[in-house]
């Protein structure tokens, strides 16, 4: 069964524009504070301390944003600091989004791959909240990293391929689309689920492909996700109960833009770097 079965597949020049970018400010996470209100707004007020997920609309590589009262917003957790908050929307969104999907049950075991960025620290810390069993895999130097948000066993790449150690797991969770789709499938039980979510074409279409012809019933699921003000506000409880931390690697200025993304695009930060304003 593959869920993103029902979707249609646009390039994504599509969603950034065709010949030139849509937008022109990026950034789609933030924390800060509300300088000023629409008449009619309910949820919030002047000062309140907010944090949240811009998705498509990008903008929040600013000072200032201006944003619906029902998007993905909620007030920030008291117990941590705007760059702590301004992380955890994306890594935190991503990863629920699909484990939501998985119907994820206690004492399930679930194999975070790329457990040591973005995606995978939030995916690693909320499948421990959901009650499973989790290992995470990543490099030496991030073992000790994955093994202090609760993994319960840590794999590390570089000394073991996780497909040839004949475990095998409920949900294997492929965070940064560097796992060979085809081998991984031997580590998946026999009703597993495969989350591919950083999945570009060709692997959401081999994805597709495994679910039609494995032998085992698996469930693929990728594509892009989706939130709301209630999944904002679901991080922001398990911050304050202490289940969910966030990460961060790097702090830049917004003068240091080029240098960060730079430093992101090699693909091994650990947890997030932020745009300190
Ligand atoms: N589906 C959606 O709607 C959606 C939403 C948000 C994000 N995404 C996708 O998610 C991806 C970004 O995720 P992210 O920010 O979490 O990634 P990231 O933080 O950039 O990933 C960095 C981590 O990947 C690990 N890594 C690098 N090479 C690896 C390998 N060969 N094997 C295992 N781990 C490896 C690194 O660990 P080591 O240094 O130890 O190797 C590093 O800690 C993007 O592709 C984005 O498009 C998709």
Redesign the pocket.
């Known amino acids: 069964m593959c869920d993103f079965e029902k979707q249609i597949l646009l390039p994504f020049d599509y969603f950034f524009g065709l010949f030139k970018p849509k937008t022109s400010i990026l950034g789609s996470v933030f924390s800060g504070e509300i300088e000023s209100i629409g008449s009619s707004v309910q949820r919030f007020k002047v000062g309140d301390q907010v944090f949240g997920h811009t998705d498509m609309s990008f903008g929040t590589y600013a000072n200032y944003k201006c944003f619906p009262e029902n998007g993905s917003i909620a007030l920030k957790p008291k117990t941590i600091s705007h760059q702590e908050a301004a992380v955890i929307p ?2 935190g969104t ?1 990863a629920l989004h699909f484990l939501k999907k998985t119907s994820i049950q206690k004492g399930q075991k679930v194999l975070v ?2 457990a ?5 620290t939030a995916a690693v810390q909320l499948a421990k909240h959901f009650g499973a069993n989790v290992t995470g ?3 030496t ?2 073992v000790d990293l994955v093994k202090s948000l609760g993994a319960d066993k840590v794999i590390d ?1 570089t000394k073991e391929d996780f497909t040839k150690n004949g475990q095998t797991y409920d949900v294997i969770f492929d ?4 796992m060979p789709v085809s081998d991984s499938l031997q580590s998946l039980k026999i009703y597993g689920t495969l989350i591919l ?2 999945a570009g074409f060709s692997e959401m279409a081999q994805g597709t492909w495994v679910s039609i012809t494995s032998s085992k019933k698996i469930k693929v699921i990728a ?3 989706n939130h709301t003000a209630d999944d904002i506000n679901f991080l922001k409880t398990l911050i304050e109960l202490g289940e969910l931390k966030p990460i961060i690697d790097k702090t830049y200025s917004l003068e240091q833009m080029v240098e960060a993304h730079t430093y ?1 695009e090699k ?4 947890g997030n770097v932020v745009i300190s304003l």
Do not use: L
């Open positions: 994306f890594g991503t791959f790329g040591s960025g973005a995606v995978g895999v990543c490099s130097a991030n790449y965070s940064v689309n560097k979510s950083a594509g892009m996700i992101v693909g091994h930060k650990k």
